[in-house]
């Protein structure tokens, strides 16, 4: 009985983060702004976290919480550099004449 709820609630999990990655690319494409578009990819990276979590449970390796704390660190800093770009854009864009 056990044995059968897992393996269903891990089916729901990954058709739950099918759902958010096909989420997260609409933003990405049709995003109006650049912010929504960093903030889809932030998501992604996100998805990623939880996959390979859920990677991790599936086949016991815990090599899979590595790469989703890999992960994890890259998409911080990924989300905190962009953020830069955006504002030191903005901030060119308001000072030309």
């Known amino acids: 009985m056990n044995e059968t709820l897992f393996d269903g609630v891990l089916v729901i999990s990954a058709l739950l983060l099918a759902g958010a990655v096909l989420a997260a690319g609409v933003r990405i494409?049709?995003?109006?702004?650049?912010?929504?578009r960093v903030i889809a990819l932030d998501m992604l990276g996100l998805i990623g976290v939880a996959a390979a979590g859920l990677a991790a449970l599936v086949s016991g390796a815990p090599a899979f919480v590595d790469?989703?704390?890999?992960?994890?660190?890259?998409?911080?800093?990924?989300?905190v550099?962009?953020?830069g770009f955006i504002a030191r854009g903005a901030r060119q864009e308001e000072e030309r004449p």
């Open 29 to 36: 494409v049709r995003g109006p702004a650049a912010a929504d």
């Open 67 to 79: 790469v989703a704390l890999g992960v994890a660190l890259v998409g911080f800093l990924a989300t």
């Open 81 to 83: 550099a962009f953020a």
